[in-house]
């Protein structure tokens, strides 16, 4: 084979390699593009926090939401742990450029996962006491070397201070629906509006979403803050086996002992837990 | 049930029967002998296989590059004479007349490209590429040499339709992407023994020595109508290597180093981070016993914090002919390892480092494989195989040390009897019946057993010369002790259509299934913050899938194949996170998964220069949600450009993904495409061969999945010394 083809031409052709490598070489050299790379720009403040420490406090993040309210968690991202040692504490974290939707400060309980009910501070949001009033401001980190560092947040911990509960049972009629995911128990502080996700993120002060499906039955106990005072909705939820939050249902109420057709309301008593809260789901009414 | 005769005496009388039934056939036979040499050089090839066309009659060459065939009835034939390094060969008009012996000589012509090799999957027996009704690609150790490939999943990357989330196997966008590759959709076999693990339905790429390895065979499209469960993407087929008649000795040795992340900011350690790697094969025959020994180890630091890795591997084969060109093959593989384990990394500002709660995370394999297969050719047109096969697997982590109910070994017994009937020149019936038992358990998903009976029969049937069609059904009866039974009919239809030299048109449609693993429907653990939830509920996965291709050769030098696809997928099974960071694995109602695949090799300037790219496009969608497939990227492609100047050869190689459209567990990250070079290069004197490598060339920074680096640039240095070598 090698023989029928010449020598000159074999050595043109080394020349032509060597020339067409050193030009490809040269591209790569100044137009690398090595994919991934370090985040630059930052995101930061103050947090500003009231109330005790719970003691059962495992750790308190603040959390950016891209898109609000967010379908899952995995669409938050989470700042490094921030130490709730002093009321002002400043915090920072590197993300990438664009606009956010809203920043909360979260905190979660030592052995349990993170829990929608534990946001504790909203970046644009004030407490009236210890209930949030549910105004969000945007953020905008607009290219790559930016470094935001104004987004101070009120948090207050008495949120999770839960130092009462209530209790009962919730029954169960009619057939399960076959695309049930999770069911759960919400505690409010004031009534959600149908269909406003963001109002079940911020008026919710307990969340309980270990209810096994397709039960009779299910016996539940849920802490809450005292200094909330009252309770004014308590409910059943439901999200579909997608598991995507925006399927969430109100599928029954704790209804008011003598006007069955409204929401009941619980006050709250330091150290106390109210029995009898007890909520009726017929899955054929809906 | 006293006066009846056990099922095992039955098996008996039928296997003695079948062993004399063979010498009333032989009667007024002539003989085919022979010698194949290479075409340039003259020189007789030993280890050429030589079959008999229409029949299941075949033999391969010895040391001097002889060959006999005996018992032939009379008639007219064809053969085909196939070697790895050359062209196979058809040659149409062999007369064999009764009593006497017809003589040949024979010349193969060497090739860089093999256009028409000989494959055994897509079938269940020996047929030519161009034959087959399913998309088939052959990798061979050439390939897999010239690749400098140390893993073997490294040498599938060039496949066309094929891509690997770290090891998670996808063929034409079957899978995404699962922890510890399980529930795959792709089975793995070694010499057709399927291989995953009973517990995860894992597919374990290390488990066999390298050098154990003659070629791959990757079969597109679902394989369930003759393979059954797992087998609903496509079958990827490990052959090992055949003792050949001369002793061969091949030590492989190799060191490589990785590089520093292109980033300072990335930089987290001062020391150089490495990997080792030892092969060793002996091989020989004596007398009618071949003997095959295999011992690898493979050591590595990681390119980033907790991932070093050490493996051991050893294996063994025997292949003893015995009278009347029957033959066993026994064959063990040994495999023990342990490697880091990595959930994600820190912060994408720290990606090669760990959280500290995962820096002691480690993951333990111990795997043991073992079949025995009996051949037994009856007459001409009538062969038995009879199989038996046992897997151990065993997984642990560091904490498994004391507490051994964690993981409890897998434990797969196999057994399998295959028959291949050819009644006339026009039809070839392939039929038998698998059986499995599994048993598997771990305080993850408790303990479980259960077993699955798979008939099934296929037909090919020659409509003319041309054309052919093939018929394949598969029931399997699966039954999960105490829990569940289900059963399952895998239809397939296939055509091929040959309309000029050089030119198969092939269509296939075929259904296929793949029953839930125990770890997907009774998974519940706790881990590092990944909470997992079971879902009994879980149903198999269903699937219809459709191919269309062409595959047209450009003379001895080059082909082209072209491939439009659809599969449609019922209950598709794949894991979800819920809102709260849980994972389950769940139905996904309905999904389609339809595209384009194409691949081109050619060879220039008197085979000097050989070029070969494939490239897919794929529509994964979830069509319930509207949603793109997770972990499946729409188009890839590879490049590879060789040149080989004497002894030795240089190679590059361009891989490319397009960018994940949707993930699972960290959608808000930035996800980039892949883009990775490879440069190789070669030279061979006397028995050693200098292999020179740079991985990863443009030192690319990328994730298969998110927040989980892929290989940084690294170079390697390897000798291999093959004595022996024919």
Redesign the interface.
Known sequence: ??Q??SRKKYRW?LYG?GLWLCILLTY?HCN????????QSKIGGKIFFQGDVPPRTDEVRVAVI?DFP????????FS?QITVAEDTVAWET?M?SGRYAAVVVVWKEKKQ???LSDIIGLYGGTFVGDMLIPTYLPVTIPDETSVIDTVDIQANLNRVNRDAAIEGTVTFTGQWPENT??VGIGAFVDTPEPGNLIDYFLKNVALD?TVPPFVPEFTYRLRVASSFGTLKYISVLW?D?????TSIKDIGFYRDPENPDLPGSVPLTYNMTTSGIDITVNFDEF | MRHSLPAWRYLTALLIALFFVGPLFSQNLGRLTGIVMDANTRQPLPGVNIMVIKTLMGTATDDSGRFVIRRIPPGVYTLRVSMMGYETRSMAGVTITPGESTALNIHLEPTVIRVNPIVVTASKHPQSLGASHQAVTVIDRLHMAHRQSFRLEESLHPVSGVHFNEENISIRGSSGYSVYNVGSRILLMVDGVPVLTPDLATIHWKMIPLLDIDHVEVVKGAGSALYGSSAMGGVVNIITRDPGPKARFQIRTLAGVYDRPHYEIWRWTDETLHYEQADLAYSQRFGPVGVQLGFSRYVSTGYMENNAFDKWNASAKLRIRLPRQSRLDIYTSWMKTRQGFLIQWLNQNSPFQVPPFNQEDELRYDIINFYAQYHLPVSSRLNLRFRLSHLFSEMGTQYSVNAPDMWKPGQGLGCEVQGDWIPGPLHHFTFGTEFRWDVSGSKYFQDHKGYTVSPYIQEEWTLLTNLSTTLGLRFDHHVLIDEETDSRLSPKLGINYRPFYGTTIRATAGSGFRAATVFEKHLEADYSGLNAIPNPELRPERSWFYDLGIRQSVTQNGHLELSLFQADYWDMIEPVINFLGAIQFQNYIRARIRGLECAAQVCLWHRRIELSGSLTWLDPMDLHRDLTLPYRPRLTYNLMSTLHLGPASFQAEYRYASRIEEVQLNPLDTRVPIKLLYIRAQVTFWHLTLQLAVNNALNYHYTHVERRMGEIRNATVGLLMDVGNR
């Open positions: 084979m090698g029928t083809v052709f390699m790569l690398i593009d090595h994919g991934l790379e370090p985040i891209k967010p379908r899952a968690i995995n669409e938050l991202f490094d590197y990438p996962s993170w829990n995911g999770i979403y999200i086996a997608s598991f995507d939050l």
